[in-house]
């Protein structure tokens, strides 16, 4: 029987979608000392996270990558307001074009599971920024120098403010920061990025930027 922890000091809901009944007893713990949280559900399949979803507001859903395959295909539909955070074994990343195109908010590495990383993760997330392992975030900007024929051959059509939102998103920016360089509402930056992600056929942040920098649209050292 799957457990849920309450704590006093915070206000986020977190699901835990883990098959693995001990590893996800270590995350569980692991969330009980996050200042941030205020309650826990372990879920042990899809169907137990929808069930819940039903019944009240998931805040975060943190997901391993075997439960995680249904999110490809229609994790937008199901999940709503849900931030998506995708557990990553650092030791078994293959794919890693596979893993930016997940639609998730971010991710966050097995090996370095502790409660002060996993509050960070929802802190930044919640500022619009799309936290990653640096071994993921290595091997992505590596690939983006690939050649990438199918985004090369795109034509991209961007507003110029859409050029500007863009470059500082390829920079690492969360929407606030976007936001605040471009002096415009937090409201319009998160409207410039969805339309940049939109026109770049991109799920998310990370797939946009190695999209444009692929597309030529944006230089990036």
Same mark, same amino acid.
């Given at each position: 029987?799957?457990? #849920?922890?309450?704590?006093?000091?915070?206000?986020?809901?977190?699901?835990?979608?883990?098959?693995?009944?001990?590893?996800?007893?270590?995350?569980?713990?692991?969330?009980?000392?996050?200042?941030?949280?205020?309650?826990?559900? &372990?879920?042990?399949?899809?169907?137990?996270?929808?069930?819940?979803?039903?019944?009240?507001?998931?805040?975060?859903?943190?997901?391993?990558?075997?439960?995680?395959?249904?999110?490809? $295909?229609?994790?937008?539909?199901?999940?709503?307001?849900?931030?998506?955070?995708?557990?990553?074994?650092?030791?078994?990343?293959?794919?890693?074009?596979?893993?930016?195109? #997940?639609?998730?908010?971010?991710?966050?590495?097995?090996?370095?599971?502790?409660?002060?990383?996993?509050?960070?993760?929802?802190?930044?997330?919640? &500022?619009?920024?799309?936290?990653?392992?640096?071994?993921?975030?290595?091997?992505?900007?590596?690939?983006?120098?690939?050649?990438?024929?199918?985004?090369?051959?795109?034509?991209?059509?961007?507003?110029?403010?859409?050029?500007?939102?863009?470059?500082?998103?390829? $920079?690492?920016?969360?929407? $606030?920061?976007?936001? &605040?360089?471009?002096?415009?509402?937090?409201?319009?930056? $998160? &409207?410039?990025?969805?339309?940049? #992600?939109?026109?770049?056929?991109?799920?998310?942040?990370?797939?946009?930027?190695?999209?444009?920098?692929?597309?030529?649209?944006?230089?990036?050292?």
């Amino acid at each position: 029987m799957h457990s #849920m922890l309450e704590i006093d000091r915070g206000t986020l809901t977190v699901a835990v979608l883990v098959d693995n009944e001990v590893f996800g007893r270590g995350i569980e713990a692991v969330l009980g000392s996050v200042p941030e949280v205020s309650t826990v559900h &372990r879920c042990g399949s899809r169907e137990e996270y929808e069930m819940l979803s039903q019944f009240g507001g998931v805040d975060f859903l943190i997901v391993a990558l075997p439960e995680a395959h249904w999110l490809e $295909k229609d994790g937008r539909a199901v999940r709503g307001s849900t931030h998506v955070i995708l557990l990553v074994d650092e030791a078994a990343i293959t794919d890693v074009t596979q893993l930016a195109s #997940m639609p998730v908010d971010g991710f966050v590495s097995q090996q370095r599971l502790t409660a002060n990383l996993l509050s960070d993760t929802l802190q930044r997330i919640r &500022r619009g920024e799309l936290p990653m392992p640096p071994t993921l975030t290595r091997a992505l900007l590596a690939r983006a120098d690939e050649p990438g024929p199918s985004t090369r051959t795109r034509t991209v059509n961007l507003t110029a403010r859409e050029t500007e939102a863009l470059n500082l998103l390829v $920079k690492g920016l969360s929407n $606030k920061q976007i936001a &605040r360089r471009l002096a415009i509402s937090s409201h319009g930056a $998160k &409207r410039l990025v969805a339309s940049i #992600m939109l026109k770049l056929d991109s799920p998310n942040r990370t797939t946009a930027a190695i999209n444009a920098i692929r597309a030529g649209l944006v230089d990036y050292d």
